[in-house]
C-alpha cells in the first residue's frame, strides 16, 4: 500500500471506491501479536500471544494480561492492535453489559450487544473528525444461543466465526483451523484448548518462543469467563505439545483460502512480480522496536 | 397582521396558546413554570389517588407453570362501570401479566412492554425476553417513579416460564417491592385467600394443574362473596410448556340460597 491523494481523510473515497484510513486501520491489527478464537458446542476459547515482559513480571498490573480482558461473566475477548483503543471499547462493552444486568438481572446476548458495536463503530468511519478505532477483536461468549466466537474489525464489520485468527502471521493460525475445523464443534474443553493452542503456536513461525507467553481464556456453559493463571497454561501447553509440530510450510498456507486472498491482495497493490512478494506474513519486528506506543 | 409584532411577543401555535400568561413571552419553550411542577403541599399534587380501577389478582405457581385469574370488573370508585375488562395479558410465549390498581397506568405499562417485544422481534434472532428479566425491569420503573414522587398506583403480578422451562411467579407494587412466590395475591385477595392457599399447599411437593385451578375458582368465589369492588366474571392465564395464553371469560359458581333463611336483619 502506497501514499495517495485519497488517504488524507476517512470521509475520502477513491475512485476505486475505497476508503484508505480505513483500510490502513485494518493494517494496525496486522502489527498486534496474534490471537486465536474457537468454539465448541459447549465452551468457546481465546488464545492468545503476548510479548513477555523483561522486568517484573509478577506485578499486578502484568503486562501479560493486556491480550485478553473479561467483559462480563458470560463474555470476554481479545484483541490484536491499539492497546488503548481497546480498552475504550472494552469499556463500553462492560458498561452496556452492567447497565443490562441492572434492568433486566441476565446475561446480554452476545449477538445484540455484539451488532450494537459494530454499529457504534461505523460511526467512526464516515465522520470527518473521528478515527476508527485501530484495533481488531475476538469476542466469545456464552448465552441462551449457546456458543459464540464474534470478530469485529476496525472497519465495524462484525463477522460470526466458528473459529477465526487475527493479527501478524496469523495466516498459518487460520490454515490449521481450517484443517481442523470439522472436529471442534464436538471437542471436549481439553481438546479445544489444546487446537487453540496448536494453531497459535504456528504463529510463532521460526521465531524464538521465550519472548512470547501463550495465554487462554475460556467460556461456557457453566463456566464463567475465565483467564487460566501461569499453571494452568503450563498444563495445557504441555498437553498440546504432545500432539505434534503444527508449524506449516509457506507453501501450504499459500495454497489455503486465506493464503490466495491475500496474495490476491498483494498483487493488486503491488502488481505482478516475481520477485519474491509473497503473503504478508513478516513483518520487520526488530526495526519497529524503538517506536512507541507498541500495538500488543 | 402577524407579522408586526412589536412587543416582540411569542406567536401563538395552537388555539388555546394566547392563554399561557406565565409563559415567557420570548421563549420558545414550552415548559410549565416550576410553581406548577414541583411536588408539595403549596406546589402540584402528583395524582395520589387512582382514579379507575381494577381489584385482586391471582397468581398460583404450579409443578409445570404458572395460572393467573383476575375478574373483569373496572370501578370507577364504588360505580361498576366497565363490566368487561381483560386484566391478565399474554405478552409473549412465556409470560403473562396481571394487574390490579389504577387501570390507565396498567395499560399504559402494557403499552411500554408491547414496544419491548416489538423491538425484541426487530432483533430477529428468536430470544424472547423471560418473566425474570421483565420483573426486573419492572422493579427498576416502579421504583424510579416512586423515586420522583409520582408512582404509578399499580400492583403487578408477572409470571411465566423462565430459563429451561422453571415456572416463575412475581409481584411487584408500586413502591418498587418485589418478592417471588408460589402464590402471589394483590389487593384484597392478598388478605382474603392467601392463608387458605399457604395451608392447602403441600410440603414436600409443587401443586399441580388441578390443584392450582381448584385454589383459583375457590379464591374467584371468595373475592365475589366478600370483596364488593368484584363482579361474578373473571378471565384465567395460564402459562405452560404446551400452550400460554387467556381463557375465559369464566363465571363464578355462586349460592344466595342461604338469604332466604336470613330473618331480622
Known amino acids: 500500500m502506497f501514499r495517495n491523494q485519497y488517504d488524507s481523510d476517512t470521509t475520502v473515497w477513491s475512485p476505486q471506491g475505497r476508503l484508505f484510513q480505513v483500510e490502513y486501520a485494518m493494517e494496525a491489527v496486522k502489527q498486534g501479536s496474534a490471537t486465536v478464537g474457537l468454539k465448541s458446542r459447549d465452551y468457546a476459547a481465546l488464545i492468545a500471544l503476548c510479548r513477555t515482559s523483561k522486568e517484573a513480571e509478577d506485578s499486578p498490573n502484568s503486562p501479560l494480561q493486556r491480550k485478553i480482558m473479561p467483559v462480563d461473566a458470560h463474555m470476554g475477548m481479545s484483541i490484536a492492535g491499539l492497546t488503548a483503543d481497546a480498552r475504550i471499547v472494552c469499556q463500553h462493552l462492560r458498561s452496556e453489559c452492567m447497565s443490562f444486568r441492572h434492568s433486566y438481572d441476565t446475561d446480554y446476548p452476545v449477538q445484540r450487544l455484539v451488532t450494537n458495536l459494530g454499529i457504534k463503530l461505523q460511526a467512526t468511519t464516515q465522520r470527518y473528525n473521528r478515527r476508527p478505532f485501530g484495533v481488531g477483536m475476538l469476542i466469545a461468549g456464552y448465552d441462551e444461543k449457546g456458543t459464540h466466537i464474534f470478530q469485529v474489525m476496525p472497519s465495524a464489520n462484525v463477522f460470526n466465526c466458528k473459529a477465526m485468527a487475527i493479527g501478524s502471521r496469523s495466516q498459518s493460525a487460520r490454515t490449521y483451523l481450517e484443517r481442523h475445523l470439522d472436529s471442534f464443534m464436538d471437542s471436549t474443553k481439553q481438546d479445544l484448548i489444546c487446537h487453540g493452542i496448536q494453531a497459535i503456536r504456528g504463529a510463532l513461525g521460526n521465531q524464538d518462543s521465550s519472548e512470547f507467553t501463550i495465554n487462554v481464556a475460556i467460556v461456557g456453559k457453566d463456566e464463567p469467563f475465565k483467564i487460566f493463571n501461569e499453571t494452568e497454561n503450563q498444563i495445557y501447553f504441555e498437553i498440546a505439545k504432545t500432539m505434534g509440530n503444527p508449524v506449516t510450510s509457506d507453501a501450504e498456507d499459500a495454497r489455503s483460502i486465506g493464503g490466495m486472498i491475500d496474495m490476491m491482495d498483494d498483487m493488486l497493490e503491488h502488481g505482478p512480480s516475481g520477485s519474491g512478494s509473497g503473503p504478508a506474513l513478516d513483518t520487520d519486528e526488530e526495526s519497529n522496536a524503538g517506536l512507541e506506543p507498541r500495538p500488543q | ?265
Not at chain 2, 421563549?27 to 414541583?38: A, M
Not at chain 2, 381489584?55 to 409445570?64: A, H
Not at chain 2, 370508585?77 to 396481571?98: K, T
Not at chain 2, 404509578?152 to 415456572?167: A, S
Request: charged letters at 20%; a neutral charge; hydrophobic letters at 35%.
Open chain 2, 1 to 265: 397582521m402577524w407579522s408586526s409584532n412589536i412587543y416582540r411577543f411569542r406567536q401563538p401555535l395552537w388555539p388555546g396558546d394566547a392563554y399561557d400568561f406565565n409563559a415567557d413571552p420570548l421563549q420558545h419553550t414550552h415548559k410549565l413554570p416550576l410553581e406548577y411542577t414541583t411536588p408539595g403541599p403549596f406546589g402540584t399534587k402528583h395524582s395520589t389517588a387512582a382514579i379507575t380501577t381494577g381489584s385482586s389478582v391471582i397468581g398460583i405457581r404450579f409443578d409445570k407453570g404458572v395460572m393467573m385469574a383476575a375478574d373483569t370488573l373496572v370501578s370507577y370508585g364504588s360505580l361498576a362501570r366497565y363490566q368487561n375488562m381483560e386484566r391478565i395479558f399474554m405478552i409473549n410465549n412465556n409470560i403473562l401479566f396481571g394487574g390490579c390498581g389504577d387501570f390507565a397506568d396498567i395499560q399504559s405499562i402494557i403499552r411500554g412492554i408491547e414496544q419491548k417485544i416489538v423491538e425484541d422481534q426487530c432483533n430477529g434472532d428468536d430470544i424472547e425476553m423471560k418473566p425474570k428479566a421483565l420483573g426486573q425491569w419492572m422493579t427498576r420503573v416502579l421504583y424510579d417513579r416512586r423515586t420522583q414522587m409520582n408512582p404509578l398506583l399499580v400492583d403487578v403480578v408477572l409470571g411465566g416460564l423462565d430459563v429451561q422451562g422453571k415456572p416463575y411467579l412475581a409481584n411487584v407494587d408500586l413502591r418498587g417491592r418485589s418478592h417471588d412466590d408460589f402464590v402471589i395475591a394483590t389487593g384484597f385477595a392478598r388478605h382474603l385467600t392467601i392463608p387458605f392457599i399457604r395451608s392447602a399447599k403441600p410440603k414436600d411437593r409443587d401443586f399441580n394443574m388441578d390443584e392450582a385451578h381448584e385454589m383459583i375458582k375457590r379464591s374467584m368465589q371468595i373475592l365475589y362473596y366478600r370483596d364488593t369492588r368484584n363482579n361474578s366474571q373473571y378471565t384465567l392465564g395460564v402459562c405452560s410448556p404446551k400452550n400460554c395464553g387467556i381463557e375465559g371469560p369464566y363465571q363464578v359458581a355462586e349460592n344466595w340460597s342461604y338469604a332466604a333463611g336470613i330473618k331480622g336483619y
